[in-house]
């Protein structure tokens, strides 16, 4: 499973910007899809995470209120939208799926999911 990632950028505070998650290979309808972000010096972050049926949505605190998390099946495209973000927001963020079809939880543990994209610089600065 391929996984691309894009629509990071440099931003203001207060910014938004919105992330996409597709594979030009793959159809994605069938996989929960899960954002994880990793910041300079600490550990990777689950953050939100999508079920193949768009049914159950699940965010970290601290995204929550912020980020928005959607899929259109019909595109092959797994969207994060981000809204008032701040610095501490900064990271490279990642798109996931597990190995397993329909195989959902809201752990967002890094260890659940095995296809991954390269990843999209996001840079929250004034």
């Known amino acids: 499973l391929q996984l691309v990632e894009s629509g990071g950028g440099l931003v203001q505070p207060g910014g938004s910007l919105r992330l996409s998650c597709e594979s030009s290979?793959?159809?994605?309808?069938?996989?929960?899809i899960g954002w994880f972000r990793q910041a300079p010096g600490k550990e990777r972050e689950g953050i939100s995470c999508?079920?193949?049926?768009?049914?159950?949505?699940y965010y970290a605190d601290s995204v929550k209120g912020r980020f928005t998390i959607s899929r259109d099946n019909a595109k092959n495209t797994v969207y994060l939208q981000m809204n008032n973000l701040k610095p501490d927001d900064t990271a490279v963020y990642y798109c996931?799926?597990?190995?397993?079809?329909?195989?959902?939880?809201?752990?967002?543990?890094?260890?659940?999911?095995?296809?991954w994209g390269q990843g999209t610089q996001v840079t929250v600065s004034s």
């Open positions: 999508i079920s193949a049926d768009s049914g159950n949505t």
């Open positions: 290979v793959w159809t994605l309808d069938t996989y929960t």
């Open positions: 996931a799926a597990p190995e397993v079809r329909y195989y959902y939880s809201d752990l967002l543990a890094s260890y659940e999911y095995n296809y």
